[in-house]
């Protein structure tokens, strides 16, 4: 019960005894069913018990409902795997977001907060417009699905109601340190569950799962290795999301003050991520850790820390470049990523460049989901049908036009100036770090968005937006330290 109360971030004495009475009648409930109708009612009638116990969990305390749909979205595909479901478990944490959302819509009524209380940024005004421009986009004349606009469209809603329950949530210092305590946990242990996987053996259920889908050969490398996903949906969202902790914990770890023990623990998390997100063979995940370093080092370049850091990066970038790799696909793998001569990069090039009179005339693009192999079903005839943008910047500028993409590369924009400028105005020093952190882990994922739809699959998506929260709750915070 304590456990429960410090992640929902309530010390209310009605809350923690009605849900332990809530509990033990939920015990004796399932306990006769048992015993009067057979096993099978009583597990239904356990799952359902859990579930309605979740919901007024998610209303009740609002940061359990924040949690618990973030920490589901790391291990939602796993069970999914695990169990060789077609069941939309997926949705099951969109409604997890939505009570949560409900229940700090609740807790402001009551404490009589306005609805746009710590809203006053730059980038939620972005992204006010970026809603408006999804609206319109319903009245696109070159769609031809609307069961997929409004498909996406609410996986879109999810995310920004994910954003600004983040916003509202993030009340103190303490509440945004609780959850990059609780993403390095997370990240830490997708990491080693992904060496688990590389070194023992791909568990027998995901080889089944994806052989009964006929997609095992999207999760193999050309020598027929297995790539790398860990608990997540597939290794290309597995190398991300390693990438931008990782990125986390090295600014934390060199700039954050913290026990040897603390310390330590960190740097075996960061060696577990590193070689988890090179088994994942996500190219795009090295380029963007990469890049994630270089902003690490201009924004720290003043600190003695940073010149020994960036001589022992440059040191291991030469390693790994130029060390003979005798074979080892991993390493081949990592080389590849800075081969311009690649193959598959030159098919990107060429359709960029094969699509991009289209682009120049729609400006509003062809609409929402008629680009891409998945949807393709629900594009039959459209120019965009199966069309493999590969690049989520040129899925939106296929589909949003380039009036979309200028609007969406502006919202990027003020993001990362807002914590750019966070972080070097900071009155706090304690905020600094943090500014830092979530920033570069931003800059990673727009970076990546140039090769792959980085932005907006969960976890990922969920980290990204929580981020971006950050960096306005810091600022506003930070202004009320004058």
Known sequence: MNLLTKIAG???????????????????????????????????????????AMAILCVTIPQFGFYLSYISAFFIFDVIRFFQTDLPLVSGIDVLVYLTFLGVLVKKMIQREAFWKNCRSVIVVMYLIIIAYYLIEFFNPNSISREIYFLLFRRFITLLLFFYCAIQ??????????????????????????????????????????????????????????????????????????SGIIIIALAFFL??????????????????????????????????????????????????????????????????????????????????????????LKVRDNNREFIQPYIYANPIGGGVGTSGVVYYEYNVGHPLAGFPTDSGLLAMALEFGWVGLLIQCITYFFTLQQGIIGYFRAREKKFKVYFLAATICIFGYIVAQYSQIAIGQIPGGFMFYCLTAVIIRLRQLDAKTI
Do not use: H
């Open 10 to 52: 309530s010390n209310n004495s009605t809350v923690k005894y009605g849900s332990l009475l809530l509990l033990l009648l939920g015990i004796i409930g399932v306990s006769y069913l048992i015993a009067t109708k057979g096993v099978g009612i009583g597990v239904l009638a356990t799952g359902g018990f859990i579930s309605i």
């Open 169 to 242: 949530l993030f009340t103190d210092f303490d509440k945004i340190k609780r959850f990059f305590q609780v993403t390095l946990f997370l990240g830490i242990l997708c990491g080693v569950y992904g060496c688990y996987q590389k070194w023992a053996g791909i568990p027998a259920y995901v080889d089944r799962y994806y052989s009964s889908r006929n997609v095992l050969g999207l999760g193999r490398l050309e020598n027929g290795e297995m790539r790398i996903g860990s608990f997540l949906p597939d290794c290309t969202a597995f190398g991300l999301l390693m």
């Open 255 to 344: 700039n954050k003050q913290m026990s040897r023990i603390n310390k330590a623990i960190l740097v075996m998390g960061i060696l577990a991520m590193m070689l988890s997100m090179s088994y994942s063979g996500t190219r795009t995940a090295t380029a963007m850790l990469i890049v994630e370093v270089v902003l690490y080092i201009l924004m720290t370049s003043t600190q003695r820390k940073t010149i020994v850091f960036s001589l022992f990066f440059g040191a291991l970038f030469a390693v790994v470049m130029f060390a003979p790799s005798y074979g080892n696909t991993t390493l081949n793998r990592l080389k590849s990523t800075f081969e311009s001569e690649d193959e598959s």
